[in-house]
C-alpha cells in the first residue's frame, strides 16, 4: 500500500506543468485555553451589539440561493460612509481577496511593480504567483518609506501599505499624493488595513486621480477577521476592469451572511470609533511601557508594535513568552526583522499581564 510519501515522490516524476512558489506563511493559530494571543492584529474586542444582532435574525433559508453578485446593500452602505459613489467601490472576501484581483487587474506591464522591502508579505507571493516582474524597494534605517525612491523611475505599478506593516509606521498624505503624481501613468494601490487606528486616509486622492486604488478590511477595525470581508475604493475606469476580473472567476464571492453582518458593522460606526480609540490608548500606554524598561519601540499608528527587547534576544523571548501562553510574532527568517517582536495590542488586562511577564524576565 502506497504512502502519501510514495505518491508525493511519484507525482514529482512524472507530473509538468505544476507551480512551484513560496507561501505567504501566516501567523499561528493556537487554541490553548487561557492564552494572550496577540500575534495576528486581530481586534481585542467583540465585534459591534448590532453585528451581533444581525447574526442572531438571520434567516438561514435564504441560504439555499445564490448570494448577491454586486452586494448592493453593503457597498450603497460603504458609499454613505465613506462620500463616495457606489460604483467606485468592489467587496471581496478579506482584502486579501481586493489585493489579489487588483495585482491581477492591474499590473500586466513588462516594467517591476514596486512595493517596500518589509511590508505585507502577500505582495511578494501575489506578483510571484502571477508572474509580475517587481522590485522590493528597500526602506530606511528608520524603517520609513523614502518617498524619492517611487519617483523619476519607470515602474509597473506602486503598492504601500500605510500604516505599514509589520512596522506600523505611518506616512503622511502629502508624501503619499505626491508619489501618487509622479506615476499617474500606473495604479498605485494604498493598503489602509491600519488606518482607523492612526494617521489620514488617502480616500480624498480618488477624487482627484484616476490611478489611485484603496483597499480596506473589516478584519482589523470592525473585529470581523472570521468573517473575511474587505472592499476597494477607485475611480470608476479602474473599477470597471477589477470588477470584469472579478467576474471572470468568482462573481458569487461574497456570502449572504458575510454581506448582512459586514452592514451591521457599517451602520454602528460609533461604536467602533469609540472602541479602536481605546486600542490606540493601549497601544500608546504599552508602547511607553516597553521604552521604560529599555525596549526600542517603533512609532506605531496600527494595532501593534514593533519592539526591539533589551538584555534579551528577540527569538529568546519569543520562546518564553510561549511558555506563558503569550502568543507574539517573530520574523526570524528575514535579516532586517530578526531583532524584533511584533505584539498586537489587546485588551488593557492582557497587556498589563504581558508588561508584567517581560518586566519580571529582564529586570
Not at 447574526?55 to 452586494?71: A, C, M, T, W
Not at 510571484?128 to 530606511?140: A, G, H, N, S
Request: glycine share 6%.
Amino acid at each position: 500500500m502506497l504512502n502519501l510519501a510514495d505518491l508525493v515522490d511519484i507525482g514529482d516524476c512524472v507530473m509538468k506543468g505544476l507551480r512551484q512558489i513560496t507561501p505567504y506563511v501566516a501567523g499561528a493559530q493556537p487554541q490553548e485555553k487561557g492564552m494572550i494571543k496577540i500575534n495576528t492584529n486581530e481586534h481585542a474586542f467583540s465585534p459591534s451589539p448590532a453585528v451581533l444582532a444581525a447574526l442572531h435574525e438571520f434567516d438561514g433559508n435564504g441560504l439555499r440561493k445564490y448570494s448577491s453578485i454586486e452586494n448592493d446593500s453593503l457597498r450603497c452602505a460603504l458609499a454613505k460612509q465613506l462620500g463616495v459613489h457606489q460604483d467606485q467601490l468592489i467587496v471581496g472576501n478579506g482584502s486579501d481577496d481586493i489585493l489579489a484581483l487588483a495585482f491581477l487587474s492591474f499590473f500586466n506591464s513588462d516594467d517591476s511593480l514596486l512595493f517596500p522591502d518589509i511590508t505585507y508579505g502577500f505582495y511578494k507571493v501575489w506578483a510571484d504567483l502571477f508572474r509580475i516582474p517587481f522590485e522590493e524597494v528597500p526602506l530606511t534605517a528608520q524603517f520609513q518609506i523614502n518617498s524619492a525612491d517611487y519617483m523619476d523611475r519607470k515602474t509597473g505599478g506602486i503598492v504601500i501599505a500605510n500604516p505599514n506593516a509589520p512596522t506600523g509606521i505611518y506616512k503622511n498624505l502629502a508624501e503619499i499624493e505626491a508619489i501618487v503624481v509622479a506615476n499617474q501613468d500606473v495604479v498605485v494601490i494604498i493598503d489602509e488595513a491600519y488606518i482607523a487606528f492612526g494617521g489620514i486616509s488617502a480616500l480624498p486622492l480618488v477624487a482627484k486621480y484616476d490611478n489611485v486604488f484603496i483597499t480596506r478590511t473589516f478584519s482589523k477595525d470592525a473585529a470581523l477577521a472570521g468573517l473575511r470581508v474587505g472592499y476597494g475604493i477607485g475611480s470608476p475606469k479602474l473599477l470597471k476592469v477589477i470588477q470584469a476580473v472579478k467576474h471572470a472567476y468568482n462573481p458569487y464571492s461574497v456570502d449572504a451572511i458575510a454581506e448582512k453582518l459586514a452592514t451591521a458593522a457599517v451602520s454602528d460606526a460609533a461604536y467602533y470609533t469609540q472602541v479602536n480609540a481605546e486600542i490606540v490608548e493601549i497601544r500608546d500606554w504599552f508602547s511607553a511601557e516597553l521604552k521604560a524598561i529599555g525596549f526600542d519601540v517603533l512609532p506605531s499608528k496600527a494595532n501593534f508594535v514593533l519592539v526591539k527587547p533589551a538584555g534579551i534576544s528577540a527569538s529568546t523571548l519569543f520562546d518564553f513568552l510561549q511558555t506563558k501562553k503569550i502568543y507574539v510574532r517573530y520574523f526570524g527568517d528575514k535579516a532586517r526583522l530578526s531583532d524584533y517582536l511584533r505584539i498586537s495590542i489587546g485588551t488593557k488586562n492582557e497587556m498589563i499581564r504581558v508588561i508584567q511577564i517581560i518586566g519580571d524576565l529582564v529586570a
